[in-house]
T-cell receptor
Framework: SQTIHQWPATLVQPVGSPLSLECTVE??????LYWYRQAAGRGLQLLFY??????ISSEVPQNLSASRPQDRQFILSSKKLLLSDSGFYLC???????????FGDGTRLSIL | GENVEQHPSTLSVQEGDSAVIKCTYS??????FPWYKQELGKGPQLIID?????GEKKDQRIAVTLNKTAKHFSLHITETQPEDSAVYFC?????????????FGQGTILTVHP
């Protein structure tokens, strides 16, 4: 069966520091991958999606970037974190464009 | 822009009662509608979904109904239990996207009192 892993579960970072969040999927090949941000436990906003290795599309302008160095690995990064980057970050995968999306358990990021 | 509206924002029921959450969408080309349950500190979990070629789908105590003409879909939970307490999100894949962009409702906090 397919599984999705995100780490770390929680992260506290100072303003201006770099960021790297990792997401990996097991049990499937060539998945669509997604990064979402959830503010205050409500409403998910799509940040990035990827349909293949090295293919990244951004949904909203922001201080973050994403990369997909391997088929089942998706990374969310920042060179310099802002206070407004605080939130709950969720990775998801699906088997194709209109297939169900399955979420990881997220990373809670706090910026001090 | 295209969006999904979800109501109510909070719902409180007694154990054993039914709970209904409703969502409306604006894009008539939308054709896939999942529902997610999110428990505290966890990621959303898919609980049921429906495609536009059917009007109703059931899975034990949960069901989803879709009215494409009125552009709304609803989640029905029968015989609610305290463990059903969570935040529930509806979503829709808007018709114009090929990569499966989900547009989410704002969520409903369901509390089931024992």
């Amino acid at each position: 069966s397919q599984t999705i892993h995100q780490w770390p579960a929680t992260l506290v970072q100072p303003v201006g520091s770099p960021l790297s969040l990792e997401c990996t999927v097991e049990g499937t090949s060539n998945p669509n991958l997604y990064w979402y941000r959830q503010a205050a436990g409500r409403g998910l906003q799509l940040l990035f999606y990827s349909v293949g290795i090295g293919q990244i599309s951004s949904e909203v302008p922001q201080n973050l970037s994403a990369s997909r160095p391997q088929d089942r690995q998706f990374i969310l990064s920042s060179k310099k974190l802002l206070l407004s980057d605080s939130g709950f970050y969720l990775c998801a995968w699906s088997g194709g464009g209109k297939q169900p999306q399955h979420f990881g358990d997220g990373t809670r990021l706090s910026i001090l | 822009g295209e969006n999904v509206e979800q109501h109510p924002s909070t719902l409180s029921v007694q154990e054993g009662d039914s709970a209904v959450i409703k969502c409306t969408y604006s894009d008539s080309a939308s054709n896939y509608f999942p529902w997610y349950k999110q428990e505290l500190g966890k990621g959303p979990q898919l609980i049921i979904d429906i495609r536009s070629n059917v009007g109703e789908k059931k899975d034990q105590r949960i069901a989803v109904t879709l009215n494409k003409t009125a552009k709304h879909f609803s989640l029905h939970i029968t015989e609610t239990q305290p463990e059903d307490s969570a935040v529930y999100f509806c979503a829709a894949i808007l018709g114009g996207t090929s990569y499966g962009k989900l547009t989410f409702g704002q969520g409903t906090i369901l509390t089931v009192h024992p």
